[in-house]
């Protein structure tokens, strides 16, 4: 049974059939589906019959009698293909179906009273075989009409009860037990017929039940992806908001950690700075989430030495580790792997810091294992243990085991959870196997790399001892407290700052400036419908200059994380951490100086 069978077409107005009506047209519809399989039968045994009877019924007897069966077969053939063609609703099905017990009536009649006439007196071979055809049809017809019990009836009691009088009607032994036997048949097949039809209505109850689920869960997954996205609408629009204060508030920690203070006061701002560093994790972890769920990151994969990425984790962790009294241990390895440099990086460290943050005692091992075409980097460590029944959920967002009370120096139970993204990603198998009181292990199954596709690349220059000293900077943001606060930082760098909230007021202002920019900062969202792309477009096409640009955002939205990634402009991520930014524009000041 297809949905169709059972749906109203949508633009079709009034009342819709409750459950009982759709049952009862579905019961219509199987009868109607089985009728070809009796024309069929009709046709073949008939057939037979009047072959086998033609010598003692008589010729004109037999042909007349086939005659009316092959009439009636066609009568009834015309009626299914007009049942099929118009394809009646639920509300119009009762008609049909008084149609198909009114033909199984006649039909019955039709092979009863064939019966009768074609009985062959004192030719026993014959009155077996036209018993035999009667008992083959009254079985077919159980198939054919059981969806509809008066249908059934309308058939099968005249086609054997008239026969049956008949031979009862014999003075003789056999023919009497004939008669008895055929209602005895009647009486078994009657009770038969009834369990068949219970199982056909169950059937089609259980199958309507399972719509209405599937229905019912295809809603609740709509109102599950509405409500997803209203998340994510709000996650975007809340992060943006709550970035741009704290993305000043940084810019503004940083100007002052660079400004001579009393010992006192400069202990006040490294605890601000902690603060502001806590909250940057948890944006930065929730960027990261939002950014792979927007499918904005590409990973670039090449051929990479295993080593390069071990040492920068131990030399990120080592000191952690020792912190809390743990031993790291990082295995020696000449492995090559192919991925992507700084996404394999993300991964292994978010696995590194879980068992660092979670271990309490012991050490931490990392390591890797060659298994034919394909490397296994491993993570052990001797915390607590991750029960079997936990083991998919701390691949959850914010699932946290023993962690009750929210305690942020815990972690906020979104690391795993992008190390599963991550995996996902780069097409990575992730395991993890622990015993309860011993530690744990994470694994990451990747493709092993082949030397002669390795090829070192040159270090790119990543200082920020580049000179920023009088470089004119433009930025641009729509809130003055983050203009203020990137130009208190710039000014700190010894740069000259130009401020405005638009493209069209920094526009204004440049008509005082008699010098080219040297480098645009600019928000990627700004007021109304402008963004930053939009803003270095107008400012390059003013000067007629390429001017070095990178952009600023807080956004977590997939559309505008998209367009930002697609613009090819330098990316930075609110809140800044102002060592990044400094890097950024001094490697941007002299790329453009050395091409010119």
Same mark, same amino acid.
Request: proline fraction near 5%; glycine fraction near 8%.
């Given at each position: 049974?297809?949905?169709?069978?059972?749906?109203?077409?949508?633009?079709?107005?009034?009342?819709?059939?409750?459950?009982?009506?759709?049952?009862?047209?579905?019961?219509?519809?199987?009868?109607?589906?089985?009728?070809?399989?009796?024309?069929?039968?009709?046709?073949?045994?008939?057939?037979?019959?009047?072959?086998?009877?033609?010598?003692?019924?008589?010729?004109?007897?037999?042909?007349?009698?086939?005659?009316?069966?092959?009439?009636?077969?066609?009568?009834?053939?015309?009626?299914?293909?007009?049942?099929?063609?118009?394809?009646?609703?639920?509300?119009?099905?009762?008609?049909?179906?008084?149609?198909?017990?009114?033909?199984?009536?006649?039909?019955?009649?039709?092979?009863?009273?064939?019966?009768?006439?074609?009985?062959?007196?004192?030719?026993?071979?014959?009155?077996?075989?036209?018993?035999?055809?009667?008992?083959?049809?009254?079985?077919?017809?159980?198939?054919?009409?059981?969806?509809?019990?008066?249908?059934?009836?309308?058939?099968?009691?005249?086609?054997? +009860?008239?026969?049956?009088? *008949?031979?009862? =009607? %014999? @003075?003789?032994? &056999?023919?009497? /037990?004939?008669?008895?036997?055929?209602?005895?048949?009647?009486?078994?097949?009657?009770?038969?017929?009834?369990?068949?039809?219970?199982?056909?209505?169950?059937?089609?109850?259980?199958?309507?039940?399972?719509?209405?689920?599937?229905?019912?869960?295809?809603?609740?997954?709509?109102?599950?992806?509405?409500?997803?996205?209203?998340?994510?609408?709000?996650?975007?629009?809340?992060?943006?908001?709550?970035?741009?204060?704290?993305?000043?508030?940084?810019?503004?920690?940083?100007? +002052?950690?660079?400004?001579? *203070?009393?010992? =006192? %006061? @400069?202990?006040? &701002?490294?605890? /601000?700075?902690?603060?502001?560093?806590?909250?940057?994790?948890?944006?930065?972890?929730?960027?990261?989430?939002?950014?792979?769920?927007?499918?904005?990151?590409?990973?670039?994969?090449?051929?990479?030495?295993?080593?390069?990425?071990?040492?920068?984790?131990?030399?990120?962790?080592?000191?952690?580790?020792?912190?809390?009294?743990?031993?790291?241990?990082?295995?020696?390895?000449?492995?090559?792997?192919?991925?992507?440099?700084?996404?394999?990086?993300?991964?292994?460290?978010? +696995?590194?810091?879980?068992?660092?943050?979670?271990?309490?005692?012991?050490?931490?091992?990392?390591?890797?294992?060659?298994?034919?075409?394909?490397?296994?980097?491993?993570?052990?460590?001797?915390?607590?243990?991750?029960?079997?029944?936990?083991?998919?959920?701390?691949?959850?967002?914010?699932?946290?085991?023993?962690?009750?009370?929210?305690?942020?120096?815990?972690?906020?139970?979104?690391?795993?959870?992008?190390?599963?993204?991550?995996?996902?990603?780069?097409?990575?198998?992730?395991?993890?196997?622990?015993?309860?009181?011993?530690?744990?292990?994470?694994?990451?199954? +990747?493709?092993?790399?082949?030397?002669?596709?390795?090829?070192?690349?040159?270090?790119?220059?990543?200082?920020?001892?580049?000179?920023?000293?009088?470089?004119?900077?433009?930025?641009?943001?729509?809130?003055?407290?983050?203009?203020?606060?990137?130009?208190?930082?710039?000014?700190?760098?010894?740069?000259?700052?130009?401020?405005?909230?638009?493209?069209?007021?920094?526009?204004?202002?440049?008509?005082?400036?008699?010098?080219?920019?040297?480098?645009?900062?600019?928000?990627?969202?700004?007021?109304?419908?402008?963004?930053?792309?939009?803003?270095?477009?107008?400012?390059?096409?003013?000067?007629?200059?390429?001017?070095?640009?990178?952009?600023?955002?807080?956004?977590?939205?997939?559309?505008?994380?998209?367009?930002?990634?697609?613009?090819?402009?330098?990316?930075?991520?609110?809140?800044?951490?102002?060592?990044?930014?400094?890097?950024?524009?001094?490697?941007?000041?002299?790329?453009?100086?050395?091409?010119?």
């Amino acid at each position: 049974m297809s949905s169709q069978d059972v749906q109203t077409d949508k633009g079709v107005s009034g009342p819709q059939p409750d459950r009982a009506q759709l049952i009862a047209a579905e019961k219509v519809r199987i009868q109607y589906r089985n009728m070809p399989t009796a024309f069929v039968g009709s046709a073949v045994i008939c057939s037979l019959m009047g072959f086998a009877l033609l010598t003692g019924a008589g010729i004109e007897k037999t042909i007349a009698w086939v005659a009316v069966v092959y009439l009636w077969v066609i009568a009834r053939v015309i009626q299914w293909r007009a049942f099929n063609r118009i394809n009646p609703s639920p509300a119009d099905m009762l008609l049909w179906r008084r149609l198909g017990i009114g033909g199984s009536a006649i039909a019955g009649l039709i092979w009863g009273v064939g019966a009768i006439v074609l009985y062959v007196p004192n030719g026993l071979a014959y009155q077996l075989f036209l018993v035999m055809g009667l008992v083959g049809m009254g079985a077919g017809c159980i198939y054919a009409s059981a969806s509809v019990m008066p249908s059934f009836f309308a058939y099968f009691y005249p086609s054997i +009860l008239l026969p049956a009088v *008949l031979f009862l =009607r %014999e @003075r003789d032994t &056999i023919h009497f /037990i004939t008669g008895v036997l055929m209602l005895v048949y009647l009486s078994l097949m009657t009770p038969f017929a009834l369990r068949v039809y219970r199982l056909i209505d169950e059937s089609i109850k259980l199958r309507f039940e399972n719509l209405g689920l599937i229905g019912e869960l295809r809603e609740q997954k709509d109102a599950a992806e509405d409500a997803n996205i209203a998340k994510s609408r709000f996650l975007a629009a809340a992060s943006h908001d709550l970035r741009q204060p704290l993305h000043a508030l940084g810019l503004f920690v940083q100007a +002052l950690q660079e400004t001579p *203070l009393a010992t =006192r %006061e @400069r202990q006040v &701002i490294g605890n /601000i700075r902690r603060s502001v560093d806590a909250m940057e994790e948890l944006f930065n972890a929730l960027l990261d989430i939002s950014r792979l769920d927007a499918g904005v990151v590409q990973p670039h994969i090449t051929t990479i030495p295993l080593a390069a990425v071990f040492d920068r984790v131990r030399f990120e962790y080592g000191p952690i580790a020792r912190q809390k009294r743990l031993s790291l241990k990082v295995m020696k390895t000449s492995l090559l792997v192919q991925s992507d440099p700084s996404l394999l990086a993300r991964l292994i460290r978010n +696995l590194l810091s879980n068992a660092v943050r979670y271990t309490d005692s012991g050490g931490v091992v990392i390591g890797c294992r060659r298994s034919g075409n394909e490397v296994r980097i491993e993570v052990w460590d001797t915390g607590k243990g991750i029960p079997a029944d936990r083991h998919d959920e701390v691949f959850r967002e914010f699932y946290q085991l023993d962690n009750p009370e929210r305690d942020r120096r815990k972690g906020l139970g979104l690391g795993l959870a992008i190390v599963k993204r991550l995996a996902k990603l780069l097409s990575y198998r992730v395991e993890l196997r622990s015993t309860v009181g011993k530690g744990s292990m994470f694994s990451i199954t +990747l493709p092993r790399g082949r030397r002669e596709e390795y090829s070192p690349a040159e270090s790119s220059p990543e200082s920020s001892a580049f000179d920023l000293s009088h470089a004119l900077v433009l930025v641009i943001d729509d809130e003055a407290a983050v203009q203020e606060g990137m130009a208190a930082l710039l000014r700190k760098w010894k740069c000259d700052v130009l401020t405005a909230g638009s493209g069209a007021e920094m526009m204004g202002k440049l008509v005082a400036v008699e010098r080219l920019p040297d480098l645009i900062v600019s928000d990627y969202r700004l007021r109304g419908t402008e963004n930053g792309i939009q803003v270095v477009e107008l400012l390059r096409n003013e000067f007629n200059v390429d001017i070095p640009a990178l952009l600023v955002t807080g956004d977590t939205a997939p559309d505008r994380l998209r367009d930002a990634e697609a613009s090819g402009l330098p990316i930075l991520h609110k809140p800044l951490n102002p060592a990044r930014l400094r890097t950024l524009i001094a490697n941007l000041l002299r790329e453009h100086t050395r091409a010119a």
